[in-house]
């Protein structure tokens, strides 16, 4: 899964609970603070902090999502920002 934070765009492995009556996985992101980018089939989280980062550029730098984007690849691999973990669609 591919986590994007603060700090740049990782990936993880995670592993769901499958016991009977558990929430389903989108449910169990948000309880441990991780937003889904799809409530159907999550490949792709943001941590609670980079969506309150991003908000605060986007009002008062008025920062594209593109652009805060490149900036967390950067910051994950400054030499090479191609070469960062992406789902497929996350900048569409």
Do not use: Y
């Amino acid at each position: 899964m591919t986590v994007v934070h603060l700090s740049g765009v990782f990936t993880h492995n995670m592993s769901w609970c499958h016991c009977p009556g558990s929430d389903p996985q989108h449910l169990q992101l948000l309880r441990v603070g991780l937003f889904p980018a799809s409530s159907t089939w999550p490949r792709t989280v943001f941590t609670f902090k980079v969506l309150d980062h991003f908000l605060i550029d986007a009002l008062e730098c008025k920062t594209s999502a593109r652009s805060f984007f490149e900036k967390l690849t950067r910051l994950t691999k400054n030499a090479f920002p191609d070469t960062v973990p992406v789902s497929e669609n996350i900048c569409l």
